[in-house]
């Protein structure tokens, strides 16, 4: 490909020392050079309200959907609440699939990676935001899963990883995706 | 029982018409007598963020907490967004559920009716809350389930209900709640 | 209470060393006294399939359906395959469930303890299979939920618990299932 | 392309007279030329045990696995049992699945219909497979979404779709689909 592959990060977890953050950020370090990975921000996205919309939407909903909107693949890097995706991160999901008709995640292929302090790396917030995907026609990228668990040990304090093994992961995650993302980019122009 | 049941029931959609809102108001006429429905409002809670109830939980947080704390019981009525959770709704959830060890909804029995405009009756919404409700520890009524459908033509202006083969369901619905809160909230004191 | 009660074990898996049926076996033994735990075995169900309902069902599926029904509550020991329930579990399921109207499962008291070779201890299983107790309307533990994890080294060679944390997780768990029985089969009779 | 693909279609009842199976064949008429639909048998499938594997395997086994592998894409066209998938379909996944490190669906590209007689489309089932196909490794078409309701007035007595409505449903599935499948068979060789 002869430009660079835009892809919105984002994600799932409002806390500035965030471990999902970190991730993001390892993974934007780790991927393809033709692969520009930047972080599409969440937390200042009043909720979903169908009323607001109609009076007129605000400037964080509008400066969202144009920056999901203009990227060709978003990554989800998440942690689990209640074993379920968090709310500010569904409210970002909500907030750019509409006005209905022209949600801004369609057709824009995905990954995601889910990550838990615990041993279940985050396994419920990543299905359950798979199956949103499904309704947001966004092809997703199946295998390698990822289910990060002992997430509080990952990283060292400048935010490095600090395991080879780890790495050797990511490194394969953001690779498989890159890939996924130019397969499916063709999608639309076979139909 | 001596007492009055209190129910605290929580609306997945902010939009003031919402039919959400309308089959939560018609539960509460249906209602024996003994259950005192009440919504408990969520609009106006900041998305949860974890160095945001560090630095101090905001009064909306702290509102909501005590009034699903002072209750004993919730129900969730609520429309499906992309196949899930409403992120206001999720966002409710997280919020009640912190800080850690201290839920304000743990072991208070619960019950979910989920509406959509289409055939599908929000099912998707209605599971993956199910799921957040096992880490709750909030004991939740199986049958009758509640895929509400067609849910634009359920009331008429003044929001009263136009069937009776809904009414006699909305009927069926709230009282087996009322059942299975009075044999739920047994557990405790038996364990 | 005066009399035993009566619990149907289902076993996901039909290998013969099956971690599960250990687990299962280990539950048994740390329940409280008046809690009978007997497996119920599912190997030998032929697939679920109308037609064969309809020219007379099998003598296994009678013999499972009768060795349900005679159970007082039903708890679930499984592994995960392909991130959901076994097939042969959940034929089982089917098999037990029909004829329609007539299920063999309805409104028994159910808990699940899902366990995996890796970490992830099966959350996938343990959560379809949920889903799967709403429509049976049986009465579900939420919490300790039994997420079991490193399943291939719980058990030494005589088939006894090698942790004493594991060994208290299970006691906890079974408690509290005998606890969740006592209440909630209280709900028919207030009903 | 030159050759015609290959399509596996997995049908999720084994009722003769199945409604699933009636909408596959219908499927199979509507496909575009170059798409060969034809239905792999899973009514023989001994239930998955891995000790029966260690023993040898069943011929019905090997006959399933290689009929999978030597198609090109793969097709499930099921009914939904106590809202999840029929154990016979799971029993095939797993099946189809094993050996470890040797599963016949491995890359195949992935479409679900889910069918019900009522309203709900058998979403449940729809959504608990595509979380399988996660594990499988299978790239799935997420639009258009088939959650067929009202299945059992859907054929006349030929077998034939009755409304014109349904029929153009049929076929823009079936149409994206074949496009999905050249996308996504090109993920290998980018890779």
Redesign the interface.
């Known amino acids: 490909m002869d430009r660079k592959i835009n892809v919105a990060v984002i994600v799932g977890?409002?806390?500035?020392e965030s471990v999902s953050r970190k991730a993001a950020l390892a993974l934007a370090k780790l991927a393809p050079e033709h692969l520009d990975l930047h972080i599409v921000e969440i937390?200042d996205?009043a909720?979903?309200?169908?009323?607001?919309e109609a009076a007129g939407a605000p400037n964080s909903w509008m400066r969202f959907r144009e920056e999901v909107r203009a990227s060709d693949a978003v990554l989800f890097v998440t942690p689990e609440?209640?074993?379920?995706?968090?709310?500010?991160?569904?409210?970002?999901?909500?907030?750019g699939?509409r006005p209905y008709g022209n949600s801004a995640f369609s057709g824009k292929p995905a990954a995601i990676m889910s990550l838990s302090p615990g041993?279940?790396?985050a396994?419920?917030a990543n299905?359950?935001l798979?199956?949103?995907?499904?309704?947001?026609?966004?092809?997703?990228l199946?295998?390698p899963?990822a289910?990060v668990?002992g997430a509080f040990s990952l990283f060292d304090e400048r935010g490095e990883l600090t395991s080879e093994g780890t790495q050797a992961f990511f490194q394969q995650f953001i690779d498989?995706f890159a890939?996924?993302i130019?397969?499916?980019s063709?999608?639309d122009a076979?139909?």
Chains 1, 2, 3, 4 share one sequence.
Do not use: C
């Not at 977890?13 to 500035?16: G, N, Q, T």
């Not at 609440?81 to 907030?95: C, E, T």
């Open positions: 977890s409002l806390r500035k937390g996205l909720l979903y309200n169908e009323d607001v609440y209640n074993r379920s995706v968090p709310g500010a991160l569904k409210n970002a999901i909500d907030v699939s041993a279940l790396g396994f419920g299905h359950h798979r199956q949103s995907l499904v309704f947001l026609d966004m092809p997703i199946q295998q899963e289910y668990g498989a890939s996924w130019e397969a499916t063709k999608v076979l139909a």
